[in-house]
């Protein structure tokens, strides 16, 4: 098994940190050996990549990923398995001003 490597780049505009915190956590109680870095970066992002693979773009879709389909897809990752893009939660609580 390898050690996939995670990379979580948030808006710190819209505070997304907490979500990437808690995603990352989620990962590390699951796959303790996983790799996973939050980093702040471009407006409106929450970009999730495992080992170099965009797998969740809220730049393009608007929406934070399934963290559990993101486990699975970690798991994946670290059997070698192909790395595969996630589903993302739905839109509940969007506001425009």
């Given at each position: 098994?390898?050690?996939?490597?995670?990379?979580?780049?948030?808006?710190?505009?819209?505070?997304?940190?907490?979500?990437?915190l808690?995603?990352?956590?989620t990962?590390r109680?699951?796959?303790?050996?996983?790799d996973v870095?939050?980093?702040?970066?471009?407006?409106?992002?929450?970009?999730?990549?495992i080992?170099?693979?965009?797998?969740?773009?809220?730049l393009?879709?608007?929406?934070?990923?399934d963290y559990?389909?993101?486990?699975?897809r970690?798991?994946?990752?670290?059997?070698?398995?192909?790395?595969?893009?996630?589903?993302?939660?739905?839109?509940t609580?969007?506001?425009i001003?």
């Amino acid at each position: 098994m390898s050690q996939p490597r995670i990379d979580i780049e948030y808006c710190t505009v819209c505070n997304s940190k907490p979500q990437c915190l808690e995603l990352a956590r989620t990962i590390r109680e699951q796959i303790p050996e996983a790799d996973v870095i939050c980093h702040s970066g471009r407006r409106g992002s929450f970009e999730v990549q495992i080992n170099d693979t965009l797998v969740h773009s809220k730049l393009a879709s608007l929406a934070f990923p399934d963290y559990a389909e993101v486990l699975d897809r970690v798991r994946d990752a670290q059997q070698g398995l192909p790395i595969r893009p996630v589903a993302q939660q739905p839109i509940t609580d969007c506001v425009i001003q």
